[in-house]
């Protein structure tokens, strides 16, 4: 798509966040939190959503306890959900204009981290059911393998490292507020890209908010340009367009002139 634009800072490398903004986590995690509080005598209401977006495991697990007054402890908590979430990873789903992405900047040759609160371990087998994915990554580092998760810039300087590149030269793409506060506090662009649409004003702080990936343009930072446009027009194939939005899979695009769906909160960020 032919475009004259300004660019907001030349952009070296790109540090991409996981779940929420490449995968649609917050399904499975909300299914899981049902079932597994089902055996406390409790039901899962969504009313800690807030305090687990985008947390590390054990900042999630231990406001799930506390809020639901749960007879376990955190450590057990973890244990016990653990592997009730490994079984439905197989089941997530990019998010639309991920595969895109990932697949495009990896064929010019943009150096590309992943930085995410989620386990090591849980990062590497999330990444394992979409093809060439881990691959395009030069860097990939979980919370479990820094001192502190996001919103300590900790582990986007990290990556910054692992990548050789400085920090203000990097471009961070994140969908919840603790990260996107990491990456400005790392001094770097910031690219938001919200879990929670109706909540957008909570994300001032970043360099420029989209609804989609869809509607991502790298030559605003200096990356090579998408050329998959006909004529101002984006081909994909409607059953990907539609099945996301409609059933809650992904988001919509204002380019596109894609409906987003709002009805699905996002908060798996960190389990």
Known sequence: MATTMQFKRFASGVILDLDGTLLHTDGIVSEVLKLFLVKYGKQWDGKSAS???????????AAIVQDYKLSCTVDEF????????????????????????????????????????????????????????????????????????????EIFLEAAKKLNIEASRCLVIEDKLPGIVAGKAAGMSVLAVPSLPKQTELYTSA?????????????????????????????????????????????????????????????????
């Open 78 to 153: 973890i244990s016990e959900v653990t592997p009730l979430f490994s079984d439905q990873w197989c089941n997530i789903k990019a998010l639309p204009g991920a595969d895109r992405l990932i697949r495009h900047l990896h064929g010019h040759g943009v150096p590309m981290a992943l930085a995410s609160n989620s386990p090591r371990a849980s990062v590497e087998t999330k990444l394992s059911y979409h093809q060439g994915w881990k691959e395009s990554f030069s860097v990939i580092i979980g919370g479990d393998e820094v001192t502190m998760g996001k919103p300590s810039p």
């Open 207 to 271: 360099d420029e908010v989209i609804n989609s990936l869809l509607d991502l343009l790298p030559e605003k930072w200096g990356l090579p340009p998408f050329l998959d446009w006909v004529e101002g027009t984006l081909p994909i194939e409607p059953w990907y367009i539609g099945g996301p939005v409609i059933n809650g899979f992904g988001r919509g695009s204002k380019v596109l002139g894609i409906p987003t769906d709002l009805n699905h909160l996002q908060f798996g960020g960190g389990i």
């Open 51 to 61: 305090k687990i977006v985008g947390k590390t495991p054990f900042e999630a697990a």
